[in-house]
């Protein structure tokens, strides 16, 4: 006997991610969910975007990794609320780990929250969260051919962060060869280049970022 | 290796859908995936060997559809298809497209007993 389902694999993971959303849009909490290679620069990146932002918004962090509470007690050492999720092997965030996470915040007193996703270029790339934004970063010594060989994550990403600007001409990474396959996946995606470390480029990331919670303000 | 998750979520989709009809086992499963997304069918074959094990689904086979990627041009209307590597309008060379198709995940059908 045939039975016709015709429903999303994902359902599940879809079905909680709006549960998520529906929950952040009641307290008022802009989320982005950042993506990148192990190394890019993530954390460092999220402490940099605390740095510009933390005297205009309440900031809380979601760290998503294999293993280990490095990420999150480097955040917290900058008196932020974080939440360390270990997914034991797992590649990615699901939305039923984001839900288990949030738990453990006070959203009332959150106004950003910043998942940082598990290290990966590939299978983030799925998975809703309920987050507001899919951002990624990749960093110039992973190599200006990485949107040829992992596009699924660029097309999907709402901005494009460079990293390790400063490192540009070490790795002889050739930017207009890098923008113009960006272009071709996502010709939406701004393209921030910035050096997370030296704090250079983070003021254009941050205006954007800014932009987007201000329209999700005044939308309700 | 995310299609163990992609995995489970069809086994678990399909085994709720048999016990719902009475069911006792699967024969066969038939999903569908657009292009665009990250799936490798032979690594989602290998999940679905392993975990079928145990299940309703023990001895069903994985039928699988691979919806090719198109999109719209919002400027001169043309529908065309394309890789995942760059969306840009055969006809007016516009990169503000539509997608249409090629990111579903979708469960199709189950064939019980």
Known sequence: MKIDISKGILAHNDALAEENRLLFKQYGVFVVDLMASPGAGKTSTILATIAALRDRYRIAVIEGDIASRVDAERISAHGIPAVQINTGGACHLESAMIRRAVEALDLDEVDLLIIENVGNLVCPTDFDLGEHAKVMILSVPEGDDKPLKYPGIFAISEAVILNKCDTMSVFDFDRDAFDAVVKGLNPAAPIFPISATKGEGIDAWTEWLTARIEAMRSAG | ?113
Request: proline content about 1%.
């Open chain 2, 1 to 113: 290796m995310h299609e163990m998750g992609i995995c489970d979520g069809i086994l678990k989709s399909a085994t709720e859908a048999a016990e719902a009809e009475g069911a006792s086992c699967i024969n066969r499963i038939e999903v569908t995936f657009g292009e665009l997304t990250q799936i490798v069918e032979d690594a989602l074959q290998f999940a679905f060997e392993v975990l079928r094990q145990d299940t309703i689904a023990a001895d069903a086979t994985l039928g699988i559809t691979i919806l090719e990627a198109r999109s719209r041009c919002m400027d001169c209307s043309a529908e065309f298809r394309h890789d995942r590597y760059e969306v840009k309008c055969p006809k007016c060379g516009s990169y503000l497209c539509s997608l249409l198709q090629g990111r579903e995940l979708r469960i199709e059908s189950i064939d019980v007993d």
